[in-house]
């Protein structure tokens, strides 16, 4: 059972980011897949959760607007698109899946937002 | 919404107990037994530890253990090992609106 995300990125402001989340070893429509990033040093922040079955999403009030979330089910595949990127989103960006636990987390991915 | 509130670190010696608080208000703690914990060494991914605020995954050492009271979550290490020292995280379920908030998260020494 693992989540394996796409490579590092580097953007500049105001361009977007999307980071892909691939799920093996369990049915990627059972459980929702939530997105998590962390600035370095710094602590955990949830953005926002895709249920792979439905479609539905979920979105932390902070990512309203900047922050979209979708999947391909014939591939077991989760994205996360963020835009009108700052230097502030410069963090490790993880996707993890559960139900309102994240029981297993992708490797993370880093997002470098810089002119 | 704020984060909860941990302590920045907390330390013992080993084979010693450990207690993590993890306060929050009604709106999330208080409200659901939705408290999930988190153990995250550096440079790594986190590692659910403890789900629904006291159950333990599978493969999860007994060692781990969680509370809950009015609005404040515990994590507890008994026989404290030198693999305990990590960052340590809590997580609530706060709704439909907020959905989940982290704590600020604590560093656990092992002296």
């Known amino acids: 059972v693992q989540l394996v995300q796409s490579g590092a990125e580097v953007k500049k402001p105001g361009a977007s980011v999307k980071v892909s989340c691939k799920a093996s070893?369990?049915?990627?429509?059972?459980?929702?897949i939530n997105w998590v990033r962390q600035a370095a040093g710094q602590g955990l922040e949830w953005m926002g959760r895709?249920?792979?079955?439905?479609?539905?999403?979920g979105r932390g009030q902070k990512f309203q607007g900047r922050l979209t979330m979708t999947r391909n089910t014939s591939i077991g595949t989760a994205y996360m698109e963020l835009t009108s990127l700052k230097h502030e989103d410069t963090a490790v960006y993880y996707c993890?899946?559960?139900?309102?636990?994240?029981?297993?987390w992708g490797q993370g991915t880093t997002v470098i937002v810089s002119s | 919404q704020s984060a909860l509130t941990q302590p920045a670190s907390v330390s013992g010696s080993p084979g010693q107990s450990i207690t993590i608080s993890c306060t929050g208000t009604?709106?999330?703690?208080?409200?659901?037994?939705?408290v999930s914990w988190y153990q995250q060494h550096p440079g790594k991914a986190p590692k659910l530890m403890i789900y629904?605020?006291?159950k333990r995954p599978s493969g999860v050492s007994n060692r781990f253990s969680g509370s809950k009271s009015g609005n404040t979550a515990s994590l507890t290490i008994s026989g404290l090992q030198a693999e305990d020292e990590a960052d340590y995280y809590c997580?609530?379920?706060?709704?439909?609106?907020?959905?989940?908030?982290f704590g600020t998260g604590t560093k656990v020494t092992v002296l």
């Open positions: 993890a899946s559960g139900g309102d636990s994240f029981d297993i």
């Open positions: 070893g369990y049915t990627f429509t059972s459980f929702d």
């Open positions: 895709l249920n792979p079955s439905t479609g539905h999403i």
């Open positions: 009604s709106s999330d703690v208080g409200s659901y037994n939705l």
């Open positions: 629904e605020g006291s």
């Open positions: 997580c609530s379920y706060a709704g439909s609106s907020i959905f989940y908030v």
